[in-house]
């Protein structure tokens, strides 16, 4: 279940799951919004006791995560961190992250919610409804 906050809007993403659009063309551009929510399989019994371990140490151009919390009982992981990317122009930029890995089963459903690290602040509140608020309802067992 994904909470989606006024005005935002929710697409289908290339390549699979979703994509969460802020109001304004301005949010995606000038801030670099983007909000991705897609389901991929967890590798091991311990994936996200690595996927924390690995954020929790600065890695190429992402620096060490500002949070990585696990809450094992709940199969959820949430982890913020700051990444520096080239843009078109040749420009460096460095992009704030939060994103929430929840266990469902052997699959995990994520969600991220990415916006460029000086604009991040104004959409915390978005941020924290989307990716935050994510709830997983179980997939069907194919009987």
Not at 52 to 79: M, P, T
């Amino acid at each position: 279940m994904l909470s989606v906050p006024d005005g935002w809007k929710v697409r289908p993403a290339p390549g699979g799951g979703l994509r969460v659009v802020p109001p304004a063309m301005e949010d995606r551009e000038r801030s670099g919004v983007a909000v991705t929510v897609w389901r991929e399989r967890l590798r091991g019994s311990s994936a996200l006791e690595r996927l924390a371990a690995r954020h929790k140490k600065a890695q190429g151009a992402r620096e060490a995560a500002i949070r990585a919390q696990l809450d094992r009982k709940a199969g959820r992981l949430v982890l913020e961190y700051r990444e520096g990317e080239y843009v078109q122009s040749g420009l460096w930029i460095v992009r704030q992250h939060l994103k929430v890995v929840q266990q469902d089963g052997r699959q995990g459903v994520l969600a991220e919610c990415v916006a460029n690290a000086s604009e991040y602040h104004r959409y915390r509140r978005a941020f924290a409804d989307l990716c935050l608020g994510l709830t997983v309802r179980p997939l069907p067992v194919k009987g």
